[in-house]
């Protein structure tokens, strides 16, 4: 297990605190899968399904194998995240207007997002580098995640947060869990600047997902999506983009399941940004239609949005750190990007929401960017599909008041409660 800059190839060993290359370049985890293949670890994957009380139990470490075989167990810090539903539901496939689609409920994480996966596997890093004082910056899961897995190791969580335009229920559970919350005026992306910059001085392992631990982590997801279906994966797999970790991991994830021999193609992936968060998105469409070229990530002149907006607010980033891993992975995958609307996310919300799965607005944006490929006949009716589903419907509480305040409960939404006597409710 070694870091490897994607840009320039040099290497970094993983008990260094590196970030980023000297070159600029984002670091990734190599490792050597000498003498493991699909044929060995298929079965012992499977075994590992029974467990209850060992490292194996989570959907993250069950993996261990492929994720980081150097960190020892005792420095293992979970809490049995993964393991999370993979749904089929009629009204979210009928939504789609595809054949069979299934949804991976990340939001069923301890945390209640998929930052969970990424984030056992940081902070597990930093306990056997011996790191005591854990930082990141966030538009809320992420720092929920770090504050709890902090706690559980009774390791200080120290997180940058926006003042603006992020759910107060994540600020919240952040702060209960324990960390020393810092609210800052500006973005994410000005969150992670200073982090890059100042991290190293302060003594701070940075938790984001420019820390390449967490997207070996994150790759456990598609692992788990492809377990689940034995080892057959759908045609699509759909994720929202925001800083673009999920689908660089994803990205990460299938050339593992690939090279090992599990799966004998790749499925293709689409990246699904807010229309007020698209950097990444216009890149790839500057690129060459939707698709992107085979040259190098450096030529791709990369542009981000000073003023990113919309209402999902996990995915209000206008400079997504990982967007030349994303970008490497949908050449892979002969992938495509596209954009969806606010109303189209909020839309697509109340679909997964009516059909008992529920999710944060930017979760949605997986099944309205789907609706919108299928219905532009990018993906084709009788093609199968997989959505990531990142984080809890409890997360963004406001959005379900904001979506509801003119429908039919919108008396009981404005007065919070609503009383009725129940000598006169026999006809209910
Ligand atoms: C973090 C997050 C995203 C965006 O994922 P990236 O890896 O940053 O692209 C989407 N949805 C939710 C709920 C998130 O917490
Ligand atoms: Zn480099």
């Not at 994480?109 to 306990?127: C, E, I, L, Q, W």
């Not at 020393?180 to 302060?202: K, M, P």
């Not at 690129?287 to 030529?299: D, E, F, I, L, Q």
Request: aromatic letters at 8%; one cysteine or more; proline letters at 4%.
């Amino acid at each position: 297990m070694n870091a490897v800059c994607i840009q320039c190839q040099s290497l970094f060993a993983i008990e260094s605190m590196r970030y980023l290359c000297d070159c600029g370049g984002l670091l990734e985890i190599t490792h050597n899968y000498d003498g493991l293949d699909a044929e060995y670890l298929k079965p012992l994957f499977a075994s590992r399904l029974s467990e209850r009380n060992s490292i194996y139990a989570s959907g993250v470490w069950r993996y261990k194998e492929l994720i980081a075989p150097e960190i020892p167990d005792h420095a293992i810090v979970s809490k049995n995240e993964g393991n999370t539903g993979l749904y089929e539901t009629i009204q979210t496939t009928q939504y789609a207007g595809i054949r069979r689609l299934w949804l991976k409920a990340q939001s069923e994480n301890p945390s209640g997002s998929f930052k969970d996966n990424g984030m056992t596997a940081a902070v597990s890093h930093a306990r056997y580098l011996g790191c005591s004082r854990l930082a990141c910056t966030s538009t809320g899961n992420t720092s929920s995640s770090l504050s709890m897995y902090a706690a559980i190791a009774g390791l200080d969580a120290v997180v940058l947060v926006p003042n603006s335009d992020i759910s107060p229920n994540k600020v919240l559970q952040t702060l209960a869990y324990g960390a020393d919350v810092c609210s800052f005026s500006g973005t994410y992306d000005d969150g992670i600047r200073f982090l890059e910059e100042h991290a190293n001085r302060l003594g701070l392992y940075v938790c984001n997902s420019i820390n390449p631990m967490r997207i070996e982590g994150q790759k456990s997801i598609i692992f788990e999506i492809a377990q689940d279906l034995g080892w057959v994966l759908p045609d699509w797999i759909i994720v929202p983009g925001g800083a673009l970790s999920n689908a660089s991991a994803l990205g990460k994830g299938l050339q593992d399941l690939y090279t090992l021999g599990f799966i004998e193609k790749l499925p293709q992936v689409a990246v699904v940004q807010a229309e007020g968060a698209q950097s990444f998105h216009r890149m790839i469409e500057a690129a060459s239609g939707n698709k992107c070229p085979a040259a190098g990530a450096a030529s791709m002149p990369f542009v981000p949005e000073p003023n990113p907006q919309t209402r999902a607010s996990a995915l209000n980033i206008g400079s997504p750190p990982s967007w030349p891993k994303a970008w490497r992975m949908l050449s892979q995958t002969n992938g495509v990007s596209v954009t969806v609307s606010d109303a189209e996310i909020l839309e697509a919300k109340a679909v997964i929401d009516r059909s008992g799965i529920g999710c944060e607005p930017a979760s949605a944006a997986a099944l309205a960017g789907l609706r919108k490929l299928v219905s532009q006949g990018v993906i084709h009716r009788e093609q199968t599909a997989a959505g990531i589903l990142t984080g809890h419907l409890l997360k963004d509480t406001e959005a379900i008041k904001e979506y509801h305040q003119d429908g039919r409960w919108g008396d009981l939404l404005r007065n919070e409660v609503r009383t009725i006597h129940l000598q006169t409710a026999g006809s209910i």
